[in-house]
């Protein structure tokens, strides 16, 4: 099982860099084909002109279009240079909805969609929001920390596990990017994932895939969760963590906090999500 179809979503500033970069290592490594999708820039636009008077801010629409057109324009630039380094073919495409409809949309026949992490400063009609993708999409979500600059992902992988069925769907997804790696950890955290060993039975079953896994146990009842995934981590050196998304609803998480909402805001490394 590889991956043969990937969406990337670029946006044409400096954080499409590792989004567009693991993408590009990716399609190269599985020989897929390459989709780069530029969210909305018409939709944002034509909500701001509905808001005003067309005649008192036609100067302003119009430094607002040549803006978002050049932004897509540098968008296209980064991924048919993207495309030339890793001696891959890329499709480009442009967005004409909101952001988060048009990357579910176009991610429902792909095997991997692969963007950036939500900023401080998010715009939902620039951007799609990462949690809004993940719960819709249908396949997995491999998602890039804005801060830090990652190509590739082969040096070692997290793999979180709790024994849900979103976990198992996160594993199973993560198959031909774990074959890649050269260490695979299985963590379980305060005896998640159930029976005497928690993390043994997903650890005999990645061996039957070929690959080599460790089992980490850790028990910190008093710590958040995330902070043990995220910690860890950093310990390991890896490069790449497996996740389960939304075992709660989304309003559960927003309300009491919630390990997705967590790693979503606060993730260092690449996490691939499923839900």
């Known amino acids: 099982m590889g ?3 990937l969406l990337v979503i670029i946006d044409g500033d400096s954080a499409d860099r590792s989004p567009l970069a693991l993408a590009a290592w990716l399609a190269s490594r599985f020989e897929a084909h390459l989709v780069g999708l530029h969210p909305s820039s018409t939709a944002r636009a034509s909500l701001y002109s509905a808001n005003f008077g067309t005649e008192l801010f036609d ?12 932004r897509a324009t540098d968008a296209r630039t980064d991924l048919d240079a993207a ?3 890793n001696d891959i073919q890329a499709e480009w495409r442009v967005g004409r909805g909101f ?5 579910v949309l176009n991610g429902r026949c792909a095997d991997l969609v692969i963007l950036g992490q939500r900023w401080s400063d998010y715009d939902g009609l620039r951007y799609p929001d990462p949690a809004d993708v993940v719960l ?5 979500v491999l998602i890039a920390p804005r801060a830090g600059q990652f190509e590739r992902i082969e040096r070692h992988a997290l ?19 774990l074959k890649l ?8 955290v305060n005896s998640a994932g159930g029976g005497e060993e928690p993390g043994a039975d997903i650890a005999l079953h990645l061996a039957r895939h070929g690959i080599t896994v460790d089992v980490d146990q850790s028990t910190a009842p008093d710590v958040n969760a995330a902070d043990v995934l995220l910690s860890r981590a950093s310990d390991l050196g890896s490069d790449l963590i497996v996740m389960g998304a939304y075992g709660h609803t989304r309003m559960r998480e ?7 909402r967590s790693i979503l805001a606060e993730m260092t490394v690449p996490v691939l999500m499923s839900h």
């Open 99 to 103: 952001p988060a409809p048009e990357t």
């Open 59 to 70: 100067d302003a629409m119009r430094q607002t279009f040549a803006a978002l057109e050049q």
């Open 254 to 260: 927003t309300v009491l906090g919630g390990v997705t």
């Open 159 to 177: 793999i979180a596990w709790n024994g849900s069925r979103e976990a198992a769907r996160a594993v199973r997804d993560a198959l031909p990017l």
């Open 136 to 140: 819709d999409v249908g396949c997995p």
């Open 3 to 5: 991956l043969k179809d």
């Open 83 to 85: 495309a030339r380094r």
């Open 181 to 188: 790696a050269r260490k695979v950890t299985v963590l379980a």
